[in-house]
């Protein structure tokens, strides 16, 4: 397995439901990122690690959780989500924060 | 606020036309650039850079981008295009007071065989 993996890499969860979604580089990166991406919007960041230390946190609600247990992976908690919450949510890596990120396939959501 | 723009959201072109999409940023100071491609059920990909040097920045799959600091853009160029560069190009910038990349909300690109 090579780059960025995400799963799953589609969803349905209701509001009251919890759920995790999943992120693997293969690059020995040492930043990873989350993002979302809406239809008709640019991506918008909502958070950074460098270095398994979150250093972003782009006024995220609390519902959504994130957890980076090593340089390698990245997790996505959700819990009590809304139905604007539905989009294609991307992680990256980058070698540290000052590089080219690398995005992964995405995992498609949808609160209903 | 810091911003990147894409002037056209959508845009057709029919094989063999030449084609440039417009990004222009809103930061001051120095600035790494980006554009990504995402083809159709397929992942972002960096199309191409510009950190330092030659503002004429080549890519793969023949794209091109000129960064011109006086006008704050860095538009993607392409001599003659595919079928296959049918895609969604996105332009990103990031600054290096923030350190955030920030994206442009993106244009689509449909070219007709």
């Known amino acids: 397995e090579t780059g960025v993996t995400q799963t799953p890499r589609h969803l349905v969860m209701g509001m009251t439901n919890k759920k995790s979604l999943k992120c693997e580089q293969h690059l020995g990166h040492n930043a990873m990122y989350w993002y979302k991406q809406s239809a008709k919007k640019p991506l918008e960041l909502m958070f950074v690690y460098n270095f398994k230390e979150q250093t972003e946190n782009n006024s995220v609600p609390s519902r959504f959780s994130p957890e980076c247990p090593n340089s390698s992976h990245l997790f996505l908690h959700l819990h009590t989500l809304q139905p604007e919450d539905s989009a294609l949510y991307l992680c990256a890596s980058s070698q540290t924060t000052t590089y080219e990120q690398y995005f992964g396939p995405g995992t498609r959501l949808t609160v209903t | 606020a810091q911003s990147v723009s894409q002037h056209n959201h959508h845009v057709i072109l029919s094989e063999a036309a030449s084609l440039e999409l417009g990004c222009n940023y809103s930061y001051g100071g120095t600035v790494n650039l980006f554009w990504y491609v995402q083809y159709p059920g397929q992942h972002l990909q960096l199309l191409l850079k510009?950190?330092?040097?030659?503002?004429l920045v080549k890519g793969i799959k023949g794209f091109e981008a000129e960064f011109i600091k006086s006008k704050f853009s860095f538009n993607l160029r392409k001599p003659s295009v595919q079928w296959s560069d049918t895609a969604e190009y996105f332009c990103?910038?990031?600054?290096?007071?923030?350190?955030?990349?920030?994206f442009g909300q993106g244009t689509t690109l449909q070219v007709k065989p």
């Open positions: 990103a910038v990031r600054s290096s007071n923030t350190g955030k990349l920030i």
């Open positions: 510009y950190f330092s040097g030659d503002p």
